[in-house]
């Protein structure tokens, strides 16, 4: 049955007993329970029960799969994580309405992936997005793009041959950019066995460096959902000789592809990550995974669409005395802005008030303008940590 105007679906007594009665009956009642005490967990707020009735048991399965995690976390805000490729597109009616409410669109909004800066609004006459202009000292800057493989399923649902099997096939990848000077390196595995795995004390230092990504087993979001499952078994990450160009393979997505650097023009490191990610894209047997409706996928609906971050570190001391983020969130939010600490989400700010600044857009915006928001969004941050002095 189609949907009614507003994107929910009808149900009768007999069908929400029989769904409450069969053999997702628990994890139903729960998902009601959570709507009801927690209704910031947007899983269980758009969770349609007539939708769920109407679904092969396959479906219901593979749909209960994607919102284990908000079902164990109560408190998530999200509540939900794609397993395949195509899930935002076998249950858009559920996806849909969680995406419209997390990314303030509309439920039919389409998003179209874009790089050119050509005739981007807030553009500099220069089209250069120099800091320097701002009166900003140079910064740590880096732009990452989440990307997943086709033909695996995503790291939520993949098994452990699965896992290192993605990881061998981007060693073929890597081969290529380890034979190209800009982007020359060498790749660092964790799992056992590997050819190039790397030691324990190894690992340590490139997470100290912000290099790799840590064990996601004490995130409890990653953990439920599956994400975090066989560690370190398929991980590990591609390092360029300048250490400005890297790859993470098995994180939250297949594949985490940045490039960073410091200095104060923008332009510099999004124009590389464009180049590497054309790369990347190009090298025989390699296939994204890509909606037409919502472009490139990622295991989470937060960074749907560019699958972008842009980010710099800055010191916002003002806005950040007594060693507190809540005053530099409340004057970055309205700016577009979020705010994290230098080792990322749920992490502290630095004793110096060193922050991880980024614009919140992924998802129905284009990866020109989220580079022009963030630097437009500085030159406001920069005024308001002034104000405060």
Known sequence: DAPSSDGSFNIDAVQLQTALCGPHAEALARILVIRRTHPGNRMAKHFDMAYFAKLSDADKKALLQCCRSGIENPDSSMGCYAMQPADYDRFKPFFSKVLADYHNVDIKARHVNDWSLKGVAGLPASGKLDLAELGLPALSMRVRVGRNLADFPLPGAMTREERVAMEKKMCEAFAKLISMPEYGGRYHSLTPGHPDHISDAEYKKLVDEHIMFKDMAADPYLSTAGIASDWPSGRGCYVSADKGFIIWVGEEDHLRIMCMQKGTVLNEVFDRLRKALSVVESIKGLQFAVSKDYGCV???????????????????????????????????????????????????IGADGTCDISPSSRFCIKEAEIITALYNGLKNLKAAETSAS
């Open 298 to 348: 990622t295991s989470c609906p937060t960074n749907l669409g560019t699958g972008m971050r842009a980010s710099v570190h800055i010191q916002i001391p003002n806005l950040t005395k007594g060693g507190s983020d809540a005053k530099a969130k409340a004057v970055c939010k309205p700016l577009g802005l979020s705010v994290r600490g230098m080792g990322g989400e749920h992490t502290a």
